[in-house]
């Protein structure tokens, strides 16, 4: 494949839930997933309430129309959602290269480790932000 290459086809993506997760309210947080996609689209679950190991269960689909070098892993952040400003609690990227070429076949199954930002990790020095599985 060179980079001009033209990939199209649709990625679906399961998020399953998020375990062990930072509480970024002293006990508990209201988490959901926002995902970017390499064109900057973003898609997002919904909140769950004070559940720092949610279950979002959630299929999000994005199509793709790229060449092979647009290429970028998925950015999945996870936030704590707020009435005025929803606080970033950690992030991971994943790479789906393996999906292309596969099509129909789910190609990722697996448990991310989420890292905080130089912020999130100020306030939560350990730095476990806990896990991602999708
Ligand atoms: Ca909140
Ligand atoms: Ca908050």
Redesign the pocket.
Same mark, same amino acid.
């Given at each position: 494949m060179d980079a001009g290459e033209l990939i199209s086809g649709t990625l679906k993506i399961r998020a399953i839930h998020g375990k062990n997760l930072w509480p *970024?309210?002293g006990t508990t947080?209201?988490p959901y997933l926002k995902i970017v996609f390499w064109n900057k689209k973003t898609q997002r679950t919904k909140t769950k309430k004070k559940d720092l190991n949610p279950v979002w269960l959630k299929d999000i689909t994005m199509p793709v129309e790229m060449k092979k070098g647009q290429y970028k892993p998925l950015r999945c952040e996870i936030y704590? *959602?707020?009435l005025i400003r929803?606080?970033f609690i950690a992030y991971c990227d994943v790479p789906w290269i393996s999906c292309i070429g596969n099509p129909n076949k789910w190609m990722i199954d697996e448990i991310f480790k989420l890292r905080g930002s130089a912020n999130t990790e100020k306030k939560n020095p350990d730095k476990s932000f806990g896990e991602l599985y999708l």
């Open positions: *970024d309210e947080s209201d704590d *959602d707020d929803d606080d």
